[in-house]
């Protein structure tokens, strides 16, 4: 949550923009696609990582390239909903560098997680040494992504 009670304007949200399409743009170049002299246009961008809105920089690797095309979906029913088994799914999940995402959701299941791997064998593995294994798990659901139309963490920035 941010700190600022400044809102947001224009300028803020052409930076968030195309910081969020090129996060290596200069910040001679930024403040040159936002019509600002520099000083002023890194003195915002910092306003704006102090404020939340920016939580870093990094890169989007390709996982083909890294052995990790395969994407699967897997839906996670816990045999009990309460706050005990709650935390010690989060916590476990955390530690697990093989679950990409974790979103706890609303309807006919508890969580919903999605997994990087590099074929079904090694995520038929995963399935069963680790995920099954969670806190709680008591049943899962699997989908297996057969392509990927649009993916990243792309925040639609508020006019």
Known sequence: ????????DKIDRNILRLLQTDG????????????????PCLE????LEKDGYIRGYSARLNPTRLEAGLTVFVQVTLDRTTTDIFDHFREAVAKEPGIAECHMVAGGFDY????????????????GDVINMLPGVI??????????VKEGDFVPIPE
């Open 1 to 8: 949550m941010p700190d600022s009670h400044r809102p947001l």
């Open 24 to 39: 290596r743009l200069t910040n001679v170049e930024l403040a040159r696609r936002v019509n600002l002299s520099p000083t």
């Open 44 to 47: 915002r961008v910092r306003r």
């Open 112 to 127: 919903l997680l999605k997994v990087r791997t590099k074929d079904m064998e090694r995520f038929r593995h995963f399935l």
């Open 139 to 148: 049943s899962t659901a699997t989908y297996v992504a057969m392509e990927t």
